[in-house]
């Protein structure tokens, strides 16, 4: 059974870095391109960050660019979203998902591409 798994999140102060992980189970991820998504109370959810299977294309949302940065390392079946400058309005339970590109430099900003999910992790940002 294909399952992604996310890294615990946890309580930042404004101003802090987290680095989040996205792992999978039962499958490589070589071949899949993966974003980050999070979802606020009462909003809808959003994208945060892409990248292809290969890792040479990445997309940012506006809000968090410049401060996010996503990475892969297919060795370790694993990818990163590290979170600089933290703001309160990052807080959010954060997913990944994953999708099979057929592109090495396929990117999707949209939740609807991808087919596989992770179980989500909370990130608060909080004095």
């Known amino acids: 059974q294909l399952q992604l798994v996310e890294s615990v999140g946890g309580l930042v102060q404004p101003g802090g870095s987290l680095r989040l992980s996205c792992s999978a189970s039962?499958?490589?991820?070589?071949?899949?391109?993966i974003g980050w998504f999070r979802q606020a109370p009462g909003k809808v959810r959003e994208g945060v960050s892409c990248i292809s299977s290969s890792g040479l294309s990445t997309r940012y949302a506006d809000s968090v660019k410049g401060r996010f940065s996503i990475s892969r390392d297919n060795a370790k079946n694993t990818v990163y979203l590290q979170m600089n400058s933290l703001k309160p309005e990052d807080t959010a339970v954060y997913y990944c998902?994953?999708?099979?590109?057929?592109?090495?430099?396929?990117?999707?900003?949209?939740?609807?591409?991808?087919?596989?999910w992770g179980q989500g992790t909370q990130v608060t940002v909080s004095s």
């Open positions: 998902g994953a999708f099979l590109g057929s592109s090495i430099v396929l990117v999707a900003t949209e939740a609807d591409e991808y087919d596989y």
């Open positions: 039962g499958f490589t991820l070589d071949y899949y391109a």
